[in-house]
């Protein structure tokens, strides 16, 4: 009797074990099989992920999810995501993969499985009315100060220099806001409101603090999908290998950031 209780704990095991396998390996063939990668990326954050006149999903990120998509001769669908609810998605399978402007942040890994090497770097700035006069980041003390939902700065700039964060789930609204004068200045990627300070319609508006907390983006799969990751890190290091990265700032009107120069000549 003991011997026929531990045959059937073994063969339990054993059928867990390959049943945990399979849905690791499975997600590769389920895109194929399916015939369409799924992309979580931003829409509201241009140059990297923004929506044309048309309302179709471009940008820098989108362009390399095209790249997975190519590799692995499938079609491709772009689900726009936020910061709020982009690790969500991945972990509920909405999406297969997630390129969406994601710092790699430690607590993150717990939640989804971030892929190395990082693929693109940026900072934290502001975004603010050039009559302001803002010269150091202690000038927000006890100023509203626009921020988007599950940003990880949000907490810093309140918390070391004063400033009270009015949360948004979006950048549109945090720009209207902007614009409205209901925030002294907006919090963001310093890669991204460089480019805002370019477009004519923001000429009031610029960058006047030293950018902080320089940090790496991550790409991300679900936790568990092993082979997927290895695929992307694959894809990643091609990337800074062939200078494409570079190519799409270029493309996309973006000075070619130190990262970006600093991988590209690590992997050529």
Same mark, same amino acid.
């Given at each position: 009797?003991?011997f026929?209780?531990?045959?059937?704990i073994?063969?339990?095991?054993?059928?867990?074990s390959?049943s945990?396998?399979?849905g690791?390996?499975? #997600?590769?063939?389920t895109?194929?099989?399916?015939? =369409?990668?799924?992309?979580?990326?931003?829409?509201?954050?241009?140059?990297?992920?923004?929506l044309?006149?048309?309302?179709?999903? #471009?940008?820098?990120?989108?362009?390399?999810?095209?790249?997975?998509?190519?590799?692995?001769?499938?079609?491709?669908?772009?689900?726009?995501?936020v910061? $709020? +609810?982009?690790?969500?998605?991945?972990?509920?399978?909405? &999406?297969?993969?997630m390129i969406? =402007?994601?710092?790699?942040?430690p607590?993150?890994?717990?939640?989804?499985?971030?892929?190395?090497?990082n693929y693109?770097s940026?900072g =934290?700035n502001?975004?603010?009315?050039k $009559?302001?006069?803002l010269?150091?980041?202690?000038d927000?003390?006890?100023?509203?100060?626009?921020?988007i939902q599950?940003?990880?700065?949000?907490?810093?700039?309140?918390?070391n220099?004063?400033a009270? &964060?009015?949360?948004?789930?979006?950048?549109?609204?945090?720009y $209207?806001?902007?614009?409205?004068?209901?925030c002294?200045?907006?919090?963001?990627?310093?890669?991204?409101?460089?480019?805002?300070? +370019?477009?004519p319609?923001?000429?009031?508006?610029?960058m006047?603090?030293?950018?902080?907390?320089?940090?790496?983006?991550?790409?991300?799969v679900?936790l568990?999908?092993? +082979?997927?990751?290895?695929?992307?890190s694959?894809?990643?290091?091609?990337?800074?290998? $062939?200078?494409r990265?570079?190519?799409?700032?270029?493309?996309?009107?973006v000075? +070619?950031t130190p990262?970006?120069?600093?991988?590209?000549?690590k992997?050529?």
């Amino acid at each position: 009797m003991k011997f026929k209780i531990l045959k059937t704990i073994a063969v339990t095991a054993l059928i867990s074990s390959v049943s945990v396998t399979a849905g690791i390996a499975d #997600i590769l063939d389920t895109i194929k099989e399916r015939g =369409t990668l799924i992309v979580g990326v931003k829409a509201d954050y241009k140059p990297y992920g923004f929506l044309d006149s048309s309302g179709t999903v #471009i940008g820098l990120e989108p362009d390399l999810a095209q790249d997975v998509a190519d590799k692995l001769g499938v079609a491709i669908e772009y689900v726009p995501v936020v910061s $709020s +609810n982009r690790m969500q998605f991945l972990e509920q399978g909405k &999406i297969d993969l997630m390129i969406a =402007t994601m710092t790699d942040k430690p607590d993150r890994r717990k939640v989804v499985q971030i892929v190395d090497p990082n693929y693109y770097s940026s900072g =934290t700035n502001v975004l603010a009315l050039k $009559s302001l006069g803002l010269k150091d980041w202690n000038d927000l003390n006890g100023k509203p100060v626009c921020g988007i939902q599950g940003a990880f700065y949000n907490k810093a700039t309140s918390q070391n220099y004063g400033a009270e &964060i009015v949360a948004f789930k979006g950048t549109a609204e945090a720009y $209207s806001a902007l614009k409205a004068g209901n925030c002294a200045a907006f919090v963001y990627d310093d890669s991204a409101i460089v480019a805002k300070t +370019n477009d004519p319609a923001w000429s009031d508006y610029e960058m006047p603090l030293a950018t902080i907390d320089d940090a790496p983006w991550g790409l991300a799969v679900g936790l568990g999908e092993d +082979n997927f990751a290895a695929l992307m890190s694959e894809m990643i290091t091609g990337w800074h290998k $062939s200078g494409r990265i570079l190519e799409l700032e270029k493309k996309w009107g973006v000075t +070619n950031t130190p990262f970006a120069k600093e991988m590209h000549d690590k992997y050529k």
